[in-house]
């Protein structure tokens, strides 16, 4: 087993013809939580979307190695795959589609009561009231968002890039929101990308990145950060 199971070495991404991101270095570790921080336009988002082989961030030069593979070259299928997840800050809407079918689809199977309840209740909410509800525009942006992050707990992904998963979460949800990151890591051994405003969310970080102006200004564990 490779030592890292994300290497990312001198990475240069544009959108159309602006480059964004200038040089950027990361190592994540397997089951460890790296926070990205930084203004807004600095690149965070960018820097998600490059790991998770968006056709609309275009690598220049460098590479993206991971657990052992350079990926570089994979589109964004390829990368789902190997492992590599995405949630997004504004989740996709699948009108007609239910929130047990969204889940089991996620979980690549079936899903019973019993599982589906203890998916749904580490982001709370309860399966009775929400299984065979609709993905649609009934559901808050807050709902979810929580369904999002459901399905990354049925796919088990190798590893999962949270872009600004505090949107539309209240105080009390967000504080359940870092116990689920805390449980991924610990019960599913994932590891994970959190693009955040939110200094809360250092809680659950292993390590913290500060991104200005295309590059990592500043790296280091919460507490010396």
């Given at each position: 087993m490779s030592k890292a199971l994300l290497e990312i070495q001198n990475l240069h991404v544009r959108v159309e013809e602006k480059e964004i991101l200038h040089g950027v270095n990361l190592t994540?570790?397997?089951?460890?939580?790296?926070?990205?921080?930084?203004?807004n336009g600095t690149g965070k988002s960018t820097?998600?979307?490059?790991?998770?082989?968006?056709?609309?961030?275009?690598?220049?030069?460098?590479?993206i190695v991971f657990d052992g593979e350079d990926i570089t070259g994979l589109n964004v299928t390829e990368r789902a795959r190997k492992g590599v997840s995405y949630a997004f800050q504004q989740p996709v809407r699948f009108k007609g589609l239910t929130v047990r079918q969204l889940i089991e689809t996620a979980a690549g199977g079936a899903i019973d009561e019993c599982g589906l309840c203890d998916i749904l209740s580490k982001v709370g909410l309860c399966a009775h009231e929400y299984c065979n509800r609709e993905v649609d525009a009934t559901l808050s942006g807050g709902e979810m968002k929580r369904i999002e992050i459901a399905t990354v707990l049925a796919r088990?992904?190798?590893?999962?890039?949270?872009?600004?998963?505090?949107?539309?979460i209240d105080l009390w949800s967000f504080s359940s929101l870092i116990q689920t990151f805390q449980d991924i890591r610990r019960e599913l051994k994932g590891t994970m990308i959190i693009i955040s405003h939110q200094e809360r969310i250092l809680r659950a970080a292993d390590e913290v990145l500060l991104l200005d102006g295309g590059r990592v200004s500043e790296s280091g564990t919460a507490e010396h950060m």
């Open positions: 994540v570790g397997h089951d460890e939580t790296h926070v990205l921080m930084g203004p820097l998600g979307y490059a790991v998770t082989g968006n056709p609309a961030y275009s690598v220049t030069s460098g590479s088990h992904t190798k590893l999962t890039v949270f872009d600004e998963p505090e949107a539309g």
